[in-house]
T-cell receptor, first 114, second 111 residues
């Protein structure tokens, strides 16, 4: 299993440009989420999904869109990039089963907005 | 929403000594408290977690304690080793797929 795969790993955008961060998981996990990591602020939840066709907002959703058309994929779209969106983005997935609460993270995508 | 505070922000310990990181949370309904370790340039990985029906959990050199009355929980690392150097994040949640993280503690183990 590849686990959680994010692309691209690095991206530089100009203010106003749009782009999509891709996330795919091959563990058949129901739950998927996007976090952003900024120095001194930990990881903050952007959007999450509890299953295909279902998405909801997290703590910092403004400026981002998501969709979940399949169990495997959960892309994050930046509609009009702003310098405040410079960050490292992590996609994560979790099994819906009642056992472990572990989130499995991707390797991260470092985004710079100029 | 849930607010998690984590202290200290940095911690330097001598190899072999213990390290303690403390977190407080605001929502008394939170019932799941994981700890993640993130090495430099890597992804966060779960090291231990505890649910609200348990007061303490231990896994080799790592232990977590939970005080629901005071709404705080702590990570204890004993006999620290150089490979324990990393950033540690606590988190709290009602739904374990929707975590609220603390700001992180950078732990440095001095040889």
């Amino acid at each position: 299993n590849a686990g959680v795969t994010q692309t691209p790993k690095f991206q530089v955008l100009k203010t106003g440009q749009s782009m999509t961060l891709q996330c795919a998981q091959d563990m058949n996990h129901e739950y998927m989420s996007w976090y952003r990591q900024d120095p001194g602020m930990g990881l903050r939840l952007i959007h999450y999904s509890v299953g295909a066709g279902i998405t909801d907002q997290g703590e910092v959703p403004n400026g981002y869109n998501v969709s979940r058309s399949t169990t495997e994929d959960f892309p994050l779209r930046l509609l009009s990039a702003a310098p405040s969106q410079t960050s490292v983005y992590f996609c994560a997935s979790k099994d819906a089963g009642g056992g472990t609460g572990e989130l499995f993270f991707g390797e991260g995508s470092r985004l710079t907005v100029l | 929403g849930e607010n998690v505070e984590q202290h200290p922000s940095t911690l330097s310990v001598q190899e072999g000594d213990s390290a303690v990181i403390k977190c407080t949370y605001s929502d008394s309904a939170s019932n799941y408290f994981p700890w993640y370790k993130q090495e430099l340039g890597k992804r966060p990985q779960l090291i231990i977690d505890i649910r609200s029906n348990v007061g303490e959990k231990k896994d080799q050199r790592i232990a977590v304690t939970l005080n629901k009355t005071a709404k705080h929980f702590s990570l204890h690392i004993t006999e620290t080793q150089p490979e324990d150097s990393a950033v540690y994040f606590c988190a709290a949640s009602i739904r374990d797929y929707k975590l609220s993280f603390g700001a992180g503690t950078t732990v440095t183990v001095r040889a």
